[in-house]
């Protein structure tokens, strides 16, 4: 048996208990690699019952270290389910470096009590959990949270009225504005959705439950977004309906009262806990990161950023070995008053094309920027065209949508991925820059300001930053979709955010600026009618026409000599 944990305050000594972590995670914990070697043997104490905000019992499991010490405490609340792969990444590998781990399902998900809510009680509930810690002999008045995706809005709301004890957060590809999640510029995210609707309804089920449920998305994928509205067909594909995900989809707009509250973004203007931010370029919450980490620079919070070429998932997979290496630095430094595993600046990030890692003082570096100008035979160049007129045009039917390839997803063929197939088709538009005779580096956010006009009114543009290497394939590096409301002959400008990216264009390679009428099915087509496209049950094909003013707007990075 381990020795006694020294008390934290009133109440008896603690014993630690027998129990040692499930088997199914000491196997995965196996099978990584290129982690930091563990300090201690890891303990399990299982099925604890911690009371809500409103009495209902939030079913928890408790790792710990097995060794004499004080040791401080991780909170890590998920919708997901204790099971894997939150048992060995969080709880045995968090306690193997010295951390007593809460790891505790949300209400309504993994045997908790109440009903899931998308984000109404996590603040509440996360603050129940904090009392409870007080009370327990090994809590010794450290605490730190870590966690990806809806683990990291848990945290956000925490931060909504921090606890004292609270000393410094780990966001890693994290949530805190699930409007955003759902919708751009009014346009629906439709596959987003889907995968959320899964994840959240069957992940905390356990592994079976969830991969089946993730195979027959799959499958019926296709069907369900193109049979008729969304709203009218996800059930199929999800297994049944799922109100709090319809609401999600039918309320397009921020400002509307059902979203009142869910934005978590203004913690962050205030805060003053220490907090690590992680993301990968291909990631679906990337600029939701970038947001938070603006913020907290402005306010003068204590910060990190790091950006790796990976998407929402393959970051917790392929990226692990630097994402918890990350995590477990900056927690030990404010946890543990351990700062020796520190990186020296605030910002480290992976440029692609180079495929190096490369350290920086701030994010964005610059505020520095290249205009690029398409022409009506195809080409980008760095000449501002001297007259606003048609450029070229091309027709986007709903009814055959122009298809979604890599990028941002949740689901499979997320990330870099070869564009041929799709620039083929004619309702694509690419301009090509001329091959680049030095290399040119991208480092910040990519804007496009288009001037477009419509024979509907309705349409959406998709716009795309390719690499064209010198055999011509072309893969994506960035991307962002706007929505088009125009009236009469007159063309509408508008800007759409292109994400942002650190990326080398080599020497040889071109610069291409693509544009479509939309992503499918990654956005929800849009009808060409102005109906929201949860519901639209009418198709109207769309011309669209772009215009000579419009400008693709590169970030200058720093050349590498």
Request: hydrophobic share 35%; net charge neutral.
């Amino acid at each position: 048996m381990p020795p006694r944990t020294p008390e934290a305050g009133a109440g008896p000594a603690w014993t630690a208990p027998a129990g040692r972590p499930p088997l199914s995670s000491r196997l995965m914990r196996a099978t990584w690699r290129g982690l930091p070697a563990k300090r201690h043997e890891a303990g399990w104490e299982p099925g604890l019952e911690v009371p809500a905000a409103d009495g209902s019992p939030l079913v928890t499991d408790h790792y710990f270290p097995r060794a004499e010490g004080d040791f401080p405490t991780l909170l890590i609340r998920s919708p997901y389910g204790r099971g894997l792969p939150w048992s060995p990444q969080y709880g045995l590998l968090f306690a193997e470096q010295g951390f007593h781990v809460v790891l505790q399902s949300c209400r309504g998900t993994g045997g908790s009590g109440g009903a899931f809510d998308l984000w109404r009680n996590e603040a509440a509930d996360g603050q129940a959990t904090v009392s409870w810690l007080r009370g327990r002999p090994w809590f010794n008045g450290a605490l730190g949270t870590v966690g990806p995706s809806y683990l990291g809005y848990v945290q956000w709301a925490l931060a909504l009225d921090p606890p004292p004890e609270l000393k410094a957060m780990v966001v890693q590809v994290g949530l805190h504005d699930p409007h955003a999640l759902f919708h751009a510029d009014g346009a629906l995210r439709l596959e987003n959705a889907l995968a959320v609707g899964v994840g959240m309804t069957y992940q905390h089920r356990g592994m079976g439950p969830f991969l089946k449920a993730t195979l027959r998305l799959r499958r019926r994928l296709r069907t369900v977004t193109t049979a008729g509205p969304p709203r009218g067909v996800y059930a199929s594909a999800l297994g049944g309906e799922l109100p709090w995900l319809e609401d999600a989809m039918t309320h397009p707009d921020a400002k509307d009262a059902y979203w009142h509250g869910a934005s978590l973004a203004e913690p962050a203007e205030r805060l003053r806990v220490p907090t690590a931010l992680i993301t990968g370029w291909h990631d679906v919450l990337a600029d939701q990161t970038f947001e938070q980490y603006d913020r907290l620079r402005r306010a003068g919070g204590e910060t990190t950023l790091l950006v790796g070429p990976w998407t929402h998932t393959s970051a917790l997979q392929q990226g692990w070995p630097e994402v918890f290496t990350e995590s477990l630095a900056w927690l030990r430094a404010h946890l543990h008053a351990d700062p020796s595993g520190l990186r020296t600046t605030p910002v480290r990030v992976h440029v692609g094309g180079e495929n190096t890692w490369r350290d920086l003082d701030d994010w964005p570096p610059s505020p520095a920027a290249t205009p690029w100008y398409p022409t009506a035979d195809g080409h980008l160049t760095r000449q501002a065209a001297t007259d606003p007129v048609p450029l070229t045009t091309f027709r986007y039917d709903p009814a055959d949508p122009t298809p979604s390839v890599g990028g941002p997803l949740l689901s499979r063929g997320a990330g870099p991925r070869d564009q041929s197939a799709l620039e083929a088709r004619a309702d694509v538009l690419t301009f090509t820059g001329p091959p680049l005779t030095a290399p040119v580096d991208v480092l910040g956010p990519v804007t496009a300001r288009l001037s477009i006009s419509t024979d509907t009114g309705h349409a959406d543009v998709f716009a795309r930053l390719c690499d064209v290497d010198a055999a011509g394939r072309s893969v994506n590096v960035c991307d962002g979709l706007g929505r088009v409301r125009t009236t009469g002959d007159a063309p509408s400008r508008l800007t759409v955010p292109m994400s942002a990216t650190a990326h080398r264009f080599a020497a040889g390679h071109r610069i291409r600026w693509q544009i479509s009428g939309g992503a499918h099915p990654r956005y929800a087509r849009n009808p060409g009618t102005g109906d929201p496209p949860a519901d639209a049950t009418t198709l109207t094909p769309v011309r669209v026409t772009l215009h000579a003013d419009s400008v693709l707007t590169l970030p200058h990075g720093t050349p590498r000599t």
